[in-house]
């Protein structure tokens, strides 16, 4: 049985049994700060368990994409390459909110395993926990489960935290059969051996209490069964897979990676590096759909992290290619279900690209530290410094060991382990069991500002985390409305503003926000006139012109994502943008900056598609036929099954919920402002359009005037004068330049003080009266040159500028000027830095000059000391 098959068998099983079948949610949650990603099946689904949202069934099914760098429980990432762990993978789910409960789930765990995918029955065992005598009596009578054969564990308890929700839970265990690798043939689940031949693969988990501060457990009112079904182990114990990478999903990837490798693959360990490729191949491809992109922080750490682990891998095996050459397996496995992996392939396989390029030469830099750690201790490396090197550098302490060996030297993997269990700790303290938001459930607001900008409404409630009973005059606060004209910010469009008004008062709504988590707006109203409460009968009106103004930036981005494509190519994808009434900016992955020639082409067929008029249509369909039509989507954007699709004319078609012109000739005219790099990878265009557009003509051609009245020349000779102002500038600056080298020196160094700092030769002396920065940088030169015979530090502090330059054996012993610098210019108040043999600051204060002094004899001595 493939593996699509058993994916399909599982959620056609629910959908015939009443199920409603879930698109998988983005990787990213967007409902839920506390996590980087979405790291199981129930964490989209907390608004509707916890009744902050309306769930569109009771009866829930889905197959929802996962990812976890570093696990609830353990590090996933350094756990990739035995059978059980993945750091992506997909996780099948059935949930039922306030309908079936234990003998419902358990009666269809059991039917899926033994009837639909035919497993035998006497290689599953059940699990419990110890008290749950329901779970235990439905197994043996209902099931048939002889109970020696239900193991009773302890950890299969369930809790959102120390309080809220909670209850048993019910694993299920896949028997590969004996022996097991603990050494025993007669183990079970209950003995926690943790060897290999017992698999969960199902856990069932029963939410029925609500723990109380005080201990006590009350029974929730609505129950709920949250199920959880490995897709990657299920597939691998249908299959008979038991390293779990011989799969119909997996084999192909790692089949290539096998066939990029240079070395031949007998080894075990090697055999694991082609595991650890193939698992991340798949997660950093998924994280770069996802919009994430290799940073050192967040989710992009954890990227970048994944990517280096799997260089490493790579030089293991001698990989040719890199992990980026496995970019089209990972698309023809997995692109026909998940069809952002063929959307965005260029991009994933760009990105991988680029970082294991930079990676590279990191790994280049990390040897070399290896190599200074070892020329100061040649026996050992430390515990701590070997772990530096694995975070800072992504250097796997079994390459540090390694290479350590090759140099007659150990590591102390015991140092080590201790800093890794430390930073486990503040993973996981992160990184807890998904849980639960303890705020009331906000009342929902339709939105009618598609159709009208004004409507009569009535205020819900006051408030977001505690109902607020009146506001008065002066008073702002979160106000919701049933029904509401005002767009909340999303999709990178800010949030209208407007007035309520109602008898006897009015307010004026600064501001729009979507709450996460719920269907409800949050407008933040300011009491202009009389009193609002709960329940009050208000008439709502947005901001026609601003709301124009924004509508007019956002109908631009649209036209402007066309363009970018016909011009650059369909492999850029939109990273983001910001839509406001009085600019736009909008982000995009390229990988170098745009020529002046191509920015002039783009902002060309934007306003091309101005100028033709086209209608704006809108249709509701969903995603899948959105997606077919060949509807935009932004990369890192949640969207439900059914969206929304804009349309002008069938030149530009996206994806987006946001408020448009009716005609792209409402426009008026659109211009490029400026395009520039915020990232690696990372493009931003920023664009006005309509009356930005015209006030910004305005303003440039007004100083374009001005400057050819100054220059005494017409508009269109302005840049030919410039450039030949700018030549006739440079022409000058180097003539006096020349002039002062040629004339006798006017800074004297005779008052220079030469002594000897820790075998060092530093000469130092402070310039006093009108002094520029140049004379100071001069009288460097000539101290160290002339007094110094090129060998020492020469350190000249001017009232406003100092200058340290480092020469001779005291380059060689690790001086650094530029850290001088830094000091010293610390130490009055002022910064600087610069490079191992020149630095260059500001001075802050000139009477601190002699710390400043003070401070760079003791960088000195302690560089010369570590030397030493």
């Given at each position: 049985?493939l ?65 976890r ?60 926990y ?55 043939t ?17 856990n ?9 501060p ?24 249908v ?25 031949a693959?007998?080894?075990?360990g ?12 798949r ?15 967040g ?90 090197l ?12 390694e ?32 849980g ?30 505690r ?5 008065g005059r ?123 020639e ?27 036929d ?66 930005s ?15 050819a ?15 030949a ?26 008052a ?9 030769a ?20 000539r ?6 015979h ?23 012993a ?7 610098v ?18 260059r ?28």
């Amino acid at each position: 049985m493939l593996s699509s098959e058993i994916r399909e068998r599982f959620l056609r099983f629910f959908e015939e049994r009443g199920h409603y079948r879930l698109p998988s949610f983005p990787l990213v949650p967007h409902d839920d700060p506390s996590l980087l990603f979405v790291v199981a099946g129930m964490v989209p689904l907390k608004p509707w368990i916890t009744g902050q949202r309306t769930p569109p069934s009771r009866d829930l099914a889905s197959c929802q994409k996962c990812f976890r760098g570093a696990g609830l429980k353990y590090d996933d990432m350094a756990s990739v390459g035995d059978p059980t762990h993945h750091t992506f993978f997909e996780m099948l789910g059935n949930w039922s909110i306030g309908h079936y409960f234990k003998e419902g789930a358990i009666d269809y765990a059991w039917e899926f395993s033994t009837e639909v995918l035919g497993l035998d029955p006497n290689r599953l065992w059940p699990s419990i926990y110890p008290d749950d005598t329901e779970s235990e009596r439905l197994w043996i009578e209902k099931i048939g489960v002889p109970r020696e054969r239900i193991s009773r564990l302890t950890e299969n308890w369930w809790a959102a935290g120390p309080t809220g929700p909670s209850g048993y839970d019910s694993e299920l265990y896949f028997d590969w059969g004996g022996p097991c690798s603990c050494g025993r043939t007669d183990c079970t689940p209950q003995d926690e051996c943790g060897g290999d031949r017992f698999e969960e693969y199902w856990n069932l988990v029963f939410m029925e209490f609500d723990q109380q501060p005080d201990g006590s457990r009350l029974p929730l009112p609505n129950p709920t069964v949250d199920t959880g079904l490995g897709f990657d182990r299920i597939v691998a114990i249908v299959q008979g897979d038991r390293t779990g990478y011989g799969t119909d999903h997996f084999a192909p990837l790692v089949d290539g990676f096998r066939g990029r490798a240079a070395k031949a693959i007998s080894d075990p360990g090697l055999t694991r590096s082609l595991y650890v490729l193939a698992d991340h191949l798949r997660g950093a491809g998924f994280l770069v759909s996802a919009g994430v992109l290799p940073s050192n922080e967040g989710r992009g750490y954890v990227l970048r992290r994944l990517i280096r682990r799997a260089a490493v891998h790579g030089r293991r095996v001698a990989l040719r290619g890199g992990l980026a050459a496995g970019t089209d397996d990972l698309v023809g496995v997995m692109g026909a279900v998940y069809p952002e992996l063929i959307e965005f392939s260029g991009l994933i396989r760009e990105t991988l690209e680029i970082e294991e390029e930079a990676f590279a030469r990191t790994l280049d830099a990390a040897t070399e530290r290896l190599a200074a750690l070892l020329s100061s201790n040649p026996a050992m490396i430390d515990g701590a410094d070997a772990f530096r090197l694995y975070d800072t550098f992504g250097l796997p302490i079994e390459l540090t060991v390694e290479m350590a060996a090759e140099r007659g030297a150990t590591v102390d993997l015991q140092g080590f382990e201790t800093a890794m269990q430390q930073q486990r700790e503040r993973g996981q303290a992160s990184a807890r069991r998904v849980g639960f938001a303890g705020a009331d459930a906000l009342p929902s607001t339709r939105f009618v500002g598609y159709d009208v900008l004004e409507t009569d409404a009535t205020v819900l409630r006051i408030g977001l985390d505690r109902q607020v009973e009146v506001l008065g005059r002066g008073e702002a606060g979160p106000v919701l409305l049933d029904v509401s004209p005002f767009y909340a910010e999303a999709g990178g469009q800010v949030g209208d503003t407007g007035t309520l008004s109602w008898p006897g008062g009015n307010g004026l709504v600064r501001d729009t926000q979507p709450v996460a988590g719920s269907d409800a707006r949050a407008h933040d109203v300011l009491i202009q006139e009389g009193e609002l409460r709960p329940g009050q009968p208000v008439h709502a009106h947005v901001d026609e012109i601003r709301r124009g103004r924004i509508a007019r930036h956002h109908s631009s981005t649209h036209l402007l994502n066309r363009a970018l494509r016909e011009v650059l190519g369909e492999g850029v994808v939109q990273r983001g943008s910001f839509v406001g009434p009085d600019h736009t900016t909008f982000d995009f992955s390229f990988s170098r900056p745009l020529t002046p020639e191509e920015l002039s082409e783009i902002e060309h067929r934007v306003n091309d598609g101005i100028r033709r008029n086209l209608e704006r249509t809108v249709a509701l369909m969903p995603l899948a036929d959105a997606r077919a039509s060949g509807a935009i989507a932004l990369i890192d954007e949640a969207y439900s099954p059914d969206v929304r699709v804009v349309d002008f004319g069938g030149w530009s078609r996206e994806l987006c919920g946001g408020t448009h012109v009716g005609r792209s000739g409402d426009v008026g005219a659109a211009i490029i402002v400026s395009e520039s790099s915020i990232g690696q990878g990372i493009r931003r265009i920023e664009l006005v359009a309509g009356e930005s557009a015209e006030e910004r003509w305005r303003r440039v051609g007004s100083a374009l005037q001005t400057t050819a009245r100054a220059l005494k020349t017409r508009p269109e000779e302005v840049p030919e004068r410039v450039i030949a102002l700018q030549e006739q500038v440079r022409k000058l600056t180097k003539e006096a330049g020349q002039a002062r080298h040629a004339a006798p020196p006017t800074v004297p160094i005779d008052a220079a003080v030469v002594e000897d700092v820790a075998g060092v030769a530093f000469a130092h002396v402070l310039l006093e009266g009108d002094v520029d920065a140049e004379s100071v940088s001069q009288a460097g030169d000539r101290l160290l040159a002339d007094r110094l015979h090129g060998d020492g530090v020469a350190a000249v502090l001017g009232p406003a500028t100092l200058v340290i330059k480092v020469g001779g054996r005291a380059l060689d012993a690790g001086v650094h000027a530029g850290a001088l610098v830094t000091g010293a210019a610390a130490a009055t108040g002022g910064k600087g830095g610069g490079r191992p043999d020149l630095g260059r600051g500001k001075v802050g204060d000139p009477a601190k000059r002699e710390a400043a002094v003070s401070a760079v004899r003791q960088t000195i001595t302690e560089t010369m000391g570590h030397a030493a």
